[in-house]
């Protein structure tokens, strides 16, 4: 008999016991944004100006940021969809960035841009308008 009390008592212990839901990750406080947008690539914050580098032997024309959390900013150029040439400056942190481009007909165009291939990017404007871009 009482080791029926005991099983029930364990029983109810078990069932009844909240399981506490792990605490959120810490928040990193960092200077980095999470979406590139074209605005950052027109000025330098004094905290990416900390880490500002130039190295004439890479494709990039500056770098900021630490290892693994860099953001490249590239001088591009190629065509749109219907030919046309452009050109611009964009930055780039991972696989993923923004900038502007300018055309003979648009003085700028705001696109988001994706790598591609080594030296290739994919770039899209607000319109939908794809263009296919190289660094310089």
């Avoid at 999470?34 to 500002?52: G, H, L, Q, S, Y």
Wanted: glycine share 8%; proline share 4%.
């Amino acid at each position: 008999m009482l080791k029926n009390y005991l099983i029930l008592l364990l029983l109810f212990t078990f069932y009844s016991c909240k399981k506490e839901s792990a605490p959120p990750p810490p928040q990193i406080n960092t200077f980095y944004k999470a979406v590139i947008t074209a605005d950052d690539r027109k000025t330098i914050t004094p905290e990416e100006a900390k880490t500002f580098h130039v190295n004439k032997t890479y494709q990039y024309e500056y770098r900021t940021g630490n290892p693994g959390n860099y953001e490249y900013n590239y001088d591009v150029k190629g065509i749109n969809i219907k030919g046309d040439s452009v050109c611009g400056n964009i930055n780039v942190q991972g696989k993923y960035g923004a900038g502007i481009l300018t055309s003979d007909t648009v003085a700028e165009i705001e696109i988001n841009t994706e790598w591609i291939a080594y030296g290739k990017l994919k770039a899209v404007d607000k319109k939908g308008n794809e263009y296919n871009l190289i660094v310089k």
